[in-house]
């Protein structure tokens, strides 16, 4: 499965084999992605995922590349964060899009690479017609990421902002 590759970052797309290496074996999930993980890597969030994951990548590998990719940091060889796609296109062609980048590595124009590079690859695929996303109300930084893409605002339901952004 190709890697996306920007000037800082390479979103490695996850594979059943590197869920399992996560959870069990840390230094075979480095050996795998080629990259240093950082004692806070994954979040619970992630972690919490990570079981769910593993089943579908083994039931259906060929949809690794609407999931989840993990961020490595192209000169320091380090996982930074994760992105990716809550699944490949509904029958609307609609796909969500989320991410995460750890503390240490926030505010430094990290999520918004990762965000262009995966919008510019979803984008030119056939089925895809609209990426939908949410964030909360107050997380200022991703606010600022979905806006800088292009997505815009659709409403809110709860504390939690729905974006849009029409491709087709």
Request: positive net charge; aromatic residues 8%; proline residues 4%.
């Amino acid at each position: 499965m190709p890697v996306l590759e920007t000037s800082r970052l390479s979103l490695v797309a996850c594979s059943a084999v590197m869920v399992q290496a996560l959870l069990h074996k840390r230094n075979e999930f480095e050996r795998l992605v080629l990259a240093r993980l950082p004692i806070d890597y994954p979040s619970p969030e992630v972690a919490e995922f990570l079981p769910f994951l593993q089943q579908q990548l083994t039931n259906h590998s060929e949809h690794a590349e609407w999931g989840l990719r993990f961020l490595r940091h192209r000169t320091e060889s380090i996982i930074i964060g994760d992105a990716g796609f809550k699944g490949s296109s509904d029958f609307k062609g609609t796909v969500e899009i989320g991410y995460s980048i750890l503390p240490q590595y926030r505010r430094q124009g990290y999520a918004l690479e990762a965000v262009k590079a995966l919008l510019e690859w979803a984008t030119a695929q056939p089925k895809v017609r609209q990426v939908v996303a949410e964030c909360e109300n107050d997380n200022l930084a991703s606010i600022g990421v979905l806006e800088k893409v292009g997505l815009v605002r659709t409403g809110i339901i709860d504390n939690l902002i729905k974006w849009k952004l029409k491709v087709k």
